[in-house]
């Protein structure tokens, strides 16, 4: 079953956090007045590259402080 388990996606990898940024650089564009398909591409690449960058250097994502990192086995 599910029911009180933590999504993958959330817990092993980074992937929130590379989303965070990405989304993060859109509404920095938007607030610079930069819309339209560069800072749109601009801030795939930034995701992109922080999740790559992950993946190289097996990088997961942040626990709260007193959480017990689980590795899949």
């Known amino acids: 079953m599910l029911i009180r388990q933590v999504p993958s996606v959330l817990s092993s990898g980074l992937y929130a956090v590379p989303a965070l940024v990405g989304a993060t650089v859109v509404v920095l564009a938007d607030v610079l007045d930069a819309r339209g398909p560069v800072a749109a591409i601009g801030a795939a690449a930034v995701c992109f590259a922080i999740r790559?960058?992950?993946?190289?250097?097996?990088?997961?994502?942040?626990?709260?402080p007193g959480e017990r990192r689980r590795r899949p086995e």
């Open 52 to 64: 790559m960058l992950g993946v190289h250097f097996d990088v997961d994502a942040p626990f709260p």
